[in-house]
């Protein structure tokens, strides 16, 4: 299991070359989430975060799903700081025997990761800059869990 909070980017494919590599996975799966522009005149997401804190938080994440499901691998990469529209934001793998289980446990740590993990994100336009609300879709996103 890794688990990293980052300022730098991250190089998915270096990512996934040694990731799942135990004999008994059968399937990965991965998913990056990327800064997304819904207005067309963000110019920045900043996110902050107290470190320990947030690395704890994302580590009872990942043991849960490593208790759900039967998982061989599990990386999490999230990044901190100022990041501009389209760059990774976030990375979540997941291997295991099977791909119902690699498939359920990513989306489950990307649902958790979404409203749960200690991250405080705020928009930078060109005249303002605010911070962003949890959304009521995210907390709704938990209650399949």
């Known amino acids: 299991m890794r688990l990293i909070v980052q300022d730098t980017p991250f190089d998915l494919a270096a990512e996934l070359e040694t990731f799942g590599q135990d004999s008994l996975t059968g399937a990965v799966v991965s998913f990056t989430g990327r800064v997304r522009d819904d207005t067309g005149t963000l110019e920045a997401l900043e996110l902050e975060h107290y470190p320990g804190m947030t690395e704890r938080a994302l580590a009872q994440i990942a043991e849960t799903a490593q208790r759900r499901w039967h998982l061989t691998d599990l990386t999490i990469i999230h990044r901190v700081g100022r990041l501009a529209p389209g760059e990774p934001i976030m990375m979540v793998a997941t291997a295991s025997p099977h791909r119902k289980a690699a498939f359920e446990a990513a989306e489950y740590l990307m ?35």
């Open 111 to 145: 649902d958790f990761l979404k409203s749960r993990a200690p991250f405080w994100k705020k928009e930078h336009f060109s005249d303002h800059s605010k911070w962003v609300s949890a959304k009521q879709n995210d907390e709704d996103a938990l209650s399949r869990w």
